[in-house]
């Protein structure tokens, strides 16, 4: 047999040609341009600015607080107890230094010419007292006042005072009426505080026919409302004809 010979693998390269492309040169760093720079520091100027001021006006400053508490804010809270009138006394004492707290409270009551005047001692740590005094009879008001003042070694503060008055209706039998016919007056008694400065009389007589009432006998109008919280009018009814559908509209706001 005849060799066979190897064949011979023939390649064949295509050659292509390449393109050269040039690179674009590089970026030069820009210059800085002074109108921005202005801008920015504006805005950093403005912002420091702000920072700080938020910072006076929330930072708490100090003030000085006075040496001494003086007695503020004192009412009288009257109701019938009995054949007496209790009287609630309360308070506030004004800031000062841990220094300046008063050793005790003198409270006085002090009722309509002619009566004893009351008075008690308190520790500085209470803010409230309570005492007695006989009740008017029915048909009359006793009226009076309440004193608080700040006891020192020294000496006192100005006392601070709040008058108050309490009217017990009284009741006459109507004409028509046997004169053993029993006449029921309600309520029996009500605080009253003064009509200070005539506020309320004022505010009636420019505001004819109009209620001075939110809710009768226990809460009036601002102008009809005394400085112990108390109205400066009293709605009282008695067990007759003229009475009898005020004392129901009474009896339902104060009980609804």
Known sequence: MDEIEPAEVEVRVHRGRRRRTDRPPPDLPRLPNGRNWLIYVGLMGLVAALMFEGHLSHNPRDHALPKRSEATNVTSAI????????????????????????DSIRVKVVPAPGRDSLIATQPATLFADTTYLPAPAPGQTLTGSSCVVALYPVEP????????????????????????????????????????????AEWRRTHPGESVWITVNRAAIRECTGVNGKPTVAQFCANNSYCEELFVEWTRERYS
């Open 79 to 102: 109701s019938l107890a009995a054949d007496s009138l209790q009287i609630v006394v309360s308070w506030d004492l004004t800031l000062s230094t841990p220094e300046g707290q008063p």
């Open 157 to 200: 503060l100005t006392e601070m005072c709040a008058p108050w008055q309490y009217v017990r209706p009284g009741a006459t039998p109507q004409t028509g009426m046997a004169a053993a016919g029993r006449i029921v007056v309600q309520p029996t008694g009500l605080q009253v505080d003064p009509d200070v400065g005539g506020r309320c």
